[in-house]
């Protein structure tokens, strides 16, 4: 949980695109480390993350 709570945003792309549906590519930095995600917005404040 650490890592949710202290990591800074350092750019967001747009990682797919199709049919209305949007996968976004965020890299964060956390601890000195850089760390990308792809996340999927499902609306509202919902998201789905994958961390791997």
């Known amino acids: 949980m650490l890592y949710i ?3 800074k945003l350092i750019r967001k ?4 695109k199709c ?5 976004f590519e965020h890299q964060y930095q956390w601890q000195g480390k850089e ?3 792809l ?3 499902l609306g509202k ?3 789905v993350g ?3």
Do not use: G
């Open 13 to 16: 792309d747009t990682a797919f």
């Open 35 to 37: 760390y990308k995600e």
């Open 45 to 47: 404040k919902d998201k």
């Open 39 to 41: 996340q999927l917005d």
């Open 19 to 23: 049919c209305r549906v949007e996968i």
């Open 5 to 7: 709570r202290e990591r």
């Open 50 to 52: 994958i961390l791997a």
